[in-house]
């Protein structure tokens, strides 16, 4: 599914659309530098309840929220040189400590990080942003 995004209240309207469809699982990020993949994620844990402020973990690679006994993991790949770097970061373990996952530049880490639920890919023309969203549950 393929949304048309101009503006921050579109997106809050976006996300309230498919929040109960993301609140479990793995989610991989995909898009350019400056996409809105993070903005993604800070209004989605806002939308689950979260009242501290969300920052990206490009230098931290891994930030961790908890709200109401859900446990979010966010991972930000992109400063990666190699996936091997991911064992560091107890790759393995991630599925056991969150119920949510975001993998922002899932690319970098393929073979090690755990498979989605669901896809999503931001993009920007310059005047809109399209978000669009993948269910990659197999059956």
Partial sequence: MIHEITTINQLKNTISQIFPSLTKGVIYLHG??????????????????LQ?????????????????????LHADLYRLSSPDELIYLDVDEWEQRADTIFIEWPEKGLGYIPQPKFSITLTFNGKQRLLEWTNNVRL
């Fill in 52 to 72: 501290e402020q969300v920052s990206s973990p490009s230098y931290t690679l891994i930030n961790e929220y908890t709200i109401d006994n859900i446990h979010i």
């Fill in 32 to 49: 350019d530098l400056g996409s809105g993949k993070t903005t993604f994620v800070s209004l989605f844990l806002k939308q689950f309840g």
